[in-house]
């Protein structure tokens, strides 16, 4: 089984539409859990941490669920500038950080 | 502020060659990590460091070795280049809160490497 795996893309969703993406891990002694955001391969960009509670950022949802082992994305309202590659990455012990495959979203007009 | 820096951005080398991909970070990072792209997929973690003089594998270090002589530099060394290892490389640092890492990588630009 892999380390870390996501859904597999693409999404492709209308403006304003709300998407959602989930990703699972296999090491349940992971200590943290983000999703980076990658634009056109360039570099991977931090979107946004996820904490045990659940944490907010404008339109941008994360969940973390440590029972089962996954973390989740939910995006409302998608704008056009939303499309991107969403990368799942979780930190097991011992300092690595583990990606996923990543989602690929495309948001139409 | 520079940040990660990453040469050369572009690379084309013969099978068999050897060559190292130079990364440079002035943000005294403890934690470097070197990670391969191939299309359409995600990032792949080759090796990283948790500081200086410590060095581990990641997913898939074979055919690559690093070193990490000092806190800013992290060079990874390519020997006998495989078409296999055509690929974009990102190099990254990430600083550390007390005893904890904190989680947002800084990522260089990346080295677009073909071997042909």
């Known amino acids: 089984r892999k380390e870390v795996e996501q859904d597999p893309g693409p999404f492709n969703v209308p403006e304003g539409a709300t998407v959602a993406f989930n990703c699972t891990y296999s090491?349940?002694?992971?200590?943290?859990f983000f999703w980076y955001r990658q634009d056109c391969r360039k570099e991977p960009k931090l979107l946004m941490s996820v904490y045990s509670s659940g944490n907010e950022d404008g339109r941008f949802t994360a969940q973390l669920n440590r029972a089962s082992q996954y973390i989740s994305l939910l995006i409302r309202d998608s704008k056009l500038s939303d499309s991107a590659t969403y990368l799942c990455?979780?930190?097991?012990?011992?300092?690595?950080?583990?990606f996923g495959q990543g989602t690929e979203l495309s948001v139409k007009p | 502020n520079a940040g990660v820096t990453q040469t050369p951005k572009f690379r084309i080398l013969k099978i068999g060659q050897s060559m190292t991909l130079q990364c440079t970070q002035d943000m005294n990072h403890n934690y470097m990590y070197w990670y391969r792209q191939d299309p359409g997929m995600g990032l792949k973690l080759i090796y990283y460091s948790v500081g200086a003089g410590i060095t581990d594998k990641g997913e898939v270090p074979n055919g690559y070795n690093v070193s990490r002589s000092t806190t800013e530099d992290f060079p990874l060394r390519l020997e006998l280049a495989a078409p296999s290892q055509t690929s974009v490389y990102f190099c990254?640092?990430?600083?550390?809160?007390?005893?904890?890492?904190?989680?947002?990588?800084?990522f260089g630009e990346g080295s677009r490497l073909t071997v042909l």
């Open positions: 990254a640092s990430r600083g550390t809160s007390g005893r904890a890492a904190t989680g947002e990588l800084f």
């Open positions: 090491n349940s002694a992971s200590q943290s």
């Open positions: 990455v979780v930190n097991p012990p011992g300092g690595k950080l583990i």
